[in-house]
């Protein structure tokens, strides 16, 4: 049976601002010369599904930007517009949904566009064994990280340690017993001694009818809403019919409408290296760290400045006596931050559209 997947690429990033824009988010970024986060994901991905069956799900707004970036990549009819942004239970719920009328019990995967990952090799084989739980179950897999450290931004999930029945092969598959939001850093430090806590990737497959099932049983609004405007995919009024359906629809995640309510549930154990990208202090892992643990983009000189993160788009920023900070310039704006402030940035967004800086953003 062919299988499928669909990269989710309609956020707006905005804890990567001023680097990320709402006409140009993160997930369109490319840093250092590299491809955007956007199109190694789909690179990574068409090693394992053909790019005819690699769909990607974003914006409307980003529809020019998608298509400019995939165009010698994939079918630039499979890419699927979002109308309005609702989470990802009604990202998820949408692709689902018209992909099963195409292709019925079909095994699929979403995958998160915006994430860093290492260890490709890994990361395929975690992807690959969730396809193969899709074939033999009627229910959904996320994709967990072995945690490496305790990270307070990531989101935990809490697995069933009798899940592991092949002691020769550490990559078990567990139940889920429970998700968890960011935790401070004792609790994760204590989840991570545990063993039995995984990060949260954001990775999601299933046969679509699983998808549809879970939808229709859990998130019954947007299964209702939804349907009835794909009735009508083929009529000339559909665009205007589906942006009236999302109009209508609670905004939500998937893992909460769905995935927290799920009793067959199961996880898989990954042993990549991954980062979600969440914020600025995160995208060293993007660039590398040099001697004095700071990671650098352009053009740059500095004295006695450690662990810090600095970007410039074109002049040269120098530093002297800094720690632990973030300087990122880009043509229109200069942001100085403690990296210990990183997670604020996304408030910061919207206090400078309050103070009528919204080109900016």
Partial sequence: MDKYAVIMAGGAGLRLWPLSREHKPKQFIGVEGMSSMLEQTIERITELIPPDNCFVITNKNYAEITCEALKNIIPLQNIILEPLRKNTGAC???????????????PVCFIPADSYVSNKQEYLKAIRQAYAESE??????IIGVNPTYPATGYGYIKIDPSGQTD????????????FKEKPDTATARAYVDSGHY??????????LQAFKSGIQQHMPEHF????????????????????QAFSQLPEISFDNGVLEHSGSLKAIKGYFDWDDIGSLDALGKLVGYDESGNAVSGSYVGMDTNDSVIFSSDILVTSIGVSNMMIIKTKDVILVCPKERAQDVKAFVELLKRAGYGDHT
């Fill in 92 to 106: 998820i719920s949408y692709a689902a949904l018209l992909l099963e009328r195409r292709f019925q019990a079909s």
């Fill in 136 to 141: 033999s179950s009627s229910g959904l897999t």
């Fill in 167 to 178: 002691q020769t092969d550490p990559r078990h598959i567990s139940d889920v017993q429970q």
């Fill in 198 to 207: 995984l990060w949260n990737s954001g990775m999601v497959a299933g046969n």
């Fill in 224 to 243: 209702k809403i939804l349907s009835a405007a794909l009735d009508q995919l083929d009529s000339p009024a559909f665009d205007s019919l589906i942006e």
